[in-house]
């Protein structure tokens, strides 16, 4: 009976350090291993809706195969998440020292320089080349979980601005003088302009408020909205 209690017990014990067994790839921030990271996602309420991802700057990758390779100045790492899709493909000079650094942020798909990454546990494959002769000098896999940061705020216009154009013409802006106004409105085809009032959100992004097409009466003051947009 012994005996078969010891048994067990040692295969629980090898099956757990199999399950520990460190990958031969990680992530570093600051030059220290990291297993987890965390990202910032403030959703904007208000006026001005919409999203905000703050990426995660200066991460570097390291290998920690026992593969002698030398220093090598077109040896690359390139690191794909098999969960989006997205990759890095950065410098790798030296073994036992970060890859050049790089960025990551959310998303689903491949986004120029930066690492895309989920919510939730994302992995990994990586490879160590040669960019010259395309030489493959080891792969491996390493896994990240990413947790997200969710806050909101309202968010309201910086400014409310009302801009004048012809109708299908020239548009005028709020800055403009008066004799610059006027100049442009005498020259309106049927004397047909339109008045827009545009909401302006942080960032410069505009929100059309109201847009009202005009034909200015005869008198002074018989101006007639013909036409309203909303």
């Known amino acids: 009976m012994i005996p ?3 048994t067990i017990s040692m295969l629980l014990a090898s099956h757990q350090e199999k399950d520990l067994t460190p990958p031969l790839g ?6 220290y291993p990291i297993n987890e990271l965390i990202i910032s996602r403030v959703t904007f309420l208000g006026d001005c809706p919409g999203e905000k991802i703050s990426p995660v700057f200066k991460i570097g990758f390291l290998e920690k195969t026992s593969i002698n390779l030398g220093e090598d100045k077109y040896r690359r790492i390139k690191v794909e998440n098999m969960n989006t899709g997205g990759f890095t493909d950065r410098k790798y000079k030296n ?3 970060s890859s050049q650094l790089f960025n990551v942020t959310l998303g689903s798909k491949h986004r120029g320089s930066f690492l895309t990454v989920q919510e ?3 992995r990994f494959k990586w490879s160590v080349f040669n960019k010259k002769t395309k030489e493959i000098f080891v792969t491996g896999y390493s896994s990240l979980v990413v947790n ?3 806050s909101t705020q309202n968010r309201s216009y910086n400014s409310v601005r009302e801009d004048i154009r012809c109708f299908g013409g020239e548009r005028i802006y709020s800055y403009y003088t008066q004799e610059k106004k006027d100049e442009i409105l005498s020259n309106c085809p049927k004397d047909i302009y339109i008045i827009e009032t545009k909401g302006v959100c942080p960032g410069g992004q505009e929100v ?3 847009s009202e097409k005009i034909m200015p009466g005869k008198t002074s ?3 007639q909205i013909i036409q309203n947009f909303y």
Do not use: M
Request: hydrophobic share 40%.
């Open 4 to 6: 078969e209690i010891i």
């Open 26 to 31: 990680q992530f570093l921030r600051n030059g």
């Open 95 to 97: 073994k036992g020292f």
């Open 120 to 122: 939730g546990l994302n």
């Open 148 to 150: 997200i940061n969710n």
């Open 208 to 210: 059309t408020l109201t």
């Open 221 to 223: 003051g018989e101006a």
